[in-house]
């Protein structure tokens, strides 16, 4: 059955036995720990979506393998229309959840496999096409979350690579090649969501070159493979989650994001999931074109949480009696400006998009990487403007339990008091500020704008590789009457 209820995903995962870290302790049941539910609450909002016929449109698409209606998560992009869809059911999840929600890492990935795997088959006569076509298909009928494992840990980062590096576990690489499979070890660093997800999907974290066979590796892998340890990343504010009863101080009690370091010791790899091996100079185009289409997607993610960082803004000079104030009505617009220009750009990249030898669409590389590039600052600054409206006492109000004191609770209600509304209205409101600005939220908000997808080092790269300075310059040397 293509599309599965929440229910079902979540007994899927509960079937699993997964090795998962946090506080240096094996969490022994995930699926009740307070620290990994909202991340599953986020993954669950993409299978309860998906069966709603109000979001069918966003959350669903025709799968191109088999013809059946499948979460538009797990899609292979036919033309443009596909693109664009993509970036906006991206703005409505960040709407719904506040939060990075995790899923996308595989649609991006996906469809960078598709068409790189295409295009090593027709250079080298291999077979990893009909794999991956087999292996999305069967994600696609089985409704699966699937994490990104892209990033290694690195060791000198930038000097050595790979095979030079001291410590070869610096980087996933292969240990043993064996008639039916491979060896690999080393860890990926950020796999977000991976805690929540069934399988993961291994690539390699750049560029490779001759002599790097062994670490131009990709492959996929059920989460509860043996030898496969994730060890789930602090958040600041994170064991809010674990106080009893929490709900006012989480700022978003329902959803968030998580992130873990995940380690291969050992892993054995079967042939049938292994998607490049040792051809080197097609590292580079799988890295690129996954890194294109998820510099793409901030466009839509980050723009959604962003209406979320607008109205809670908003609310609170509601709230704090500014609203009317008219430095306040310019710094709402500002804000609203800022976050509709990531909105355009995502749009855009979407709507340049080209089709790739395998069929499937690609966005447009130059306009993906200045769509992330303005996502590593736009989001600074509107966190900033929430903050000046939130005020101090975003950071300084007392605490949910202070509240509800029998002793002390009156004096919150009395001085803590919003116009016209109750202090627990107007404390919600700030610890939803606090929560985006510098709680769990954050992680997927503020500092992932700046390092996810690459960070804005990566994306001056592609945009200078991708500026066409040559073509510019004989544009104006026509205009200015300059032969030669
Ligand atoms: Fe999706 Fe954005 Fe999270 Fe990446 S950062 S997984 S694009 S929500
Ligand atoms: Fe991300």
Redesign the pocket.
């Known amino acids: 059955m293509p599309l599965m209820t929440s229910q079902q995903y979540v007994e899927s995962l509960a079937k699993m036995k997964r090795n998962i870290w946090f506080q240096g302790e094996k969490i022994e049941d995930p699926i009740s720990h307070p620290m990994l539910i909202p991340s599953r609450k986020c993954l669950e909002e993409t299978y309860n979506m998906a069966l709603m016929p109000e979001y069918e449109d966003l959350l669903t698409a025709t799968s191109h393998l088999t013809g059946r209606r499948i979460n538009r998560f797990n899609h292979i992009h036919q033309n443009r229309e596909d693109l664009n869809k993509k970036v906006k059911l991206?703005r409505l999840?960040?709407q719904r959840t506040g939060s990075?929600?995790?899923?996308?890492?595989i649609m991006d990935m996906a469809n960078a496999f598709y068409s790189t795997t295409y295009e090593i088959d027709e250079k080298y006569g291999t077979e990893y096409f009909e794999r991956f076509k087999q292996y999305i298909t069967y994600c696609q009928e089985e409704d699966l979350i699937v994490a990104g494992a892209l990033t290694d840990v690195k060791g000198s980062r930038g000097s050595k690579i790979g095979s030079d590096e001291q410590d070869k576990d610096l980087y996933v690489h292969v240990v043993e090649r064996r008639p039916d499979g491979v060896v690999v070890n080393g860890a990926k660093a950020h796999l977000?969501?991976i805690t929540n997800a069934h399988d993961v999907v291994v690539l390699p974290t750049q560029a490779m070159t001759p002599g790097q066979e062994d670490y131009t590796i990709a492959f996929t892998l059920p989460l509860d493979t043996p030898g496969i340890t994730m060890i789930v990343g602090r958040q600041s504010c994170d064991t809010r989650k674990l106080e009893p009863g929490a709900d006012i101080d989480l700022g978003n009690a329902n959803y968030g994001?998580i992130e873990a370091l995940t380690v291969f010791d050992h892993v054995f790899v079967p042939n049938e999931n292994i998607f490049l091996n040792g051809e080197t100079e097609f590292a580079g185009m799988l890295v690129e074109r996954f890194a294109g289409y998820?510099r793409n997607?901030?466009g839509?993610?980050?723009s959604g949480v962003g209406d979320v960082v607008i109205g809670a803004a908003s609310l609170i000079a509601q709230y704090n009696g500014t609203e009317k104030a008219s430095h306040v009505k310019d710094k709402l617009v500002e804000m609203t400006q800022l976050n509709e220009q990531l909105y355009c750009a995502g749009i855009a990249s979407s709507a340049e998009g080209w089709q790739t030898k395998a069929g499937n669409y690609m966005v447009d590389l130059l306009l993906a990487n200045v769509c992330k590039l303005n996502v590593t600052r736009y989001p600074y600054e509107i966190i900033r403007l929430m903050e000046d409206i939130a005020g101090g006492i975003m950071v300084t109000a007392p605490s949910e339990a202070d509240l509800k004191s029998g002793e002390i609770g009156h004096y919150v209600e009395k001085y803590l008091v919003g116009c016209g509304v109750k202090a627990e209205e107007r404390l919600r409101c700030l610890r939803l500020c606090e929560n985006l600005a510098l709680g769990t939220a954050a992680v997927?908000y503020r500092t992932?704008s700046m390092h996810?997808?690459g960070s804005p080092q990566a994306q001056k790269v592609m945009i200078t590789r991708q500026g066409n300075f040559e073509r510019k310059k004989a544009l104006a040397k026509r205009i200015a009457g300059i032969r030669g």
């Open positions: 991206q999840m960040g990075c929600f995790q899923r996308c890492v977000t969501g994001g998820h997607s901030y839509g993610c980050k997927g992932e996810g997808a």
